[in-house]
């Protein structure tokens, strides 16, 4: 059997408490204290979501993103933008000549 949701929220409130712990108590010469407590904390709250998906069908409203994965995405939006923005100047030359008065 599966967690329950309560049992998957206060673990996910546990482990920010423990987050916010390690963060305040962190020599930033040695960030695997937080590093840990992140990846910790990434587990929560993906046990959250998905027991709260298997039990009641409801996500989460936001997700949580690979910074990595992110600055990717970035990269790929802008190429599109680059795109659009000559699609949209291409615009200015059209005429919709079902406008024009007879």
């Known amino acids: 059997m599966g967690m329950n949701p ?21 020599d930033m010469a040695d960030s695997s204290i937080v590093e ?6 990434r587990d929560a709250f993906f046990t959250y ?8 069908g409801v996500d989460l409203p936001f997700d ?5 994965f992110d600055d990717d995405d970035d990269d790929f939006d802008d190429y599109y933008d680059d795109e659009d923005d000559a699609s949209d100047e291409d615009d ?3 005429v919709d000549l079902d ?3 007879d």
Not at 6 to 26: M, P, V
């Open 6 to 26: 309560t049992d998957a929220l206060n673990r996910l409130i546990a482990t920010f408490e423990a987050h916010a712990q390690a963060a305040r108590a962190a």
């Open 36 to 41: 840990a407590a992140e990846a910790r904390l």
């Open 49 to 56: 979501d998905d027991v709260l998906f298997n039990n009641y």
């Open 64 to 68: 949580i993103v690979d910074s990595d």
């Open 92 to 94: 200015l030359d059209f």
């Open 99 to 101: 406008d024009e008065d």
